[in-house]
Nanobody, 128 residues
């Protein structure tokens, strides 16, 4: 498994923006597909976005499409999730995850079982 360190959560007003970061420790993040997931209280974990190794493919759930953007900064060994036009229903703990079993994956998925290494999670609270 790979170590992922997250940052960037917090409170934000509806309509606001936040950027979440997922940094790799001790390995090159670029080689692996990365997913972003979220889990609200009482709900199942939901895949919101993913990016393939080297960034050739990105996917978004319908609930965040056109509002969230996933990207890589290989120089910083970090994947970002830029969230805009935030809504109260975006409130959740957000997790990043890596598929460490498939180096160089040309695709990515939004299922939890596609990933085996997880960040610690950060709380995002959208409220006025």
């Amino acid at each position: 498994q790979l170590e992922l360190v997250q940052s960037g959560g917090g409170p934000v007003q509806p309509g606001g923006s936040l950027r979440l970061s997922c940094a790799a420790s001790g390995f090159t993040l670029e080689y692996y597909s990365i997913g972003w997931f979220r889990q609200a209280p009482g709900k199942e974990r939901e895949g919101v976005s993913c990016i393939s190794s080297r960034g050739g493919v990105t996917k978004y759930s319908d609930s965040v499409k056109a509002r969230f953007t996933i990207s890589r900064d290989n120089a910083r060994n970090t994947v970002y999730l830029q969230m805009t036009s935030l809504k109260s229903e975006d409130t959740a703990v957000y997790y990043c995850a890596a598929d460490s079993l498939y180096e160089g994956a040309p695709r990515c998925g939004l299922r939890s079982l596609d990933y085996d290494s997880w960040g610690q999670g950060v709380q995002v609270t959208v409220s006025s």
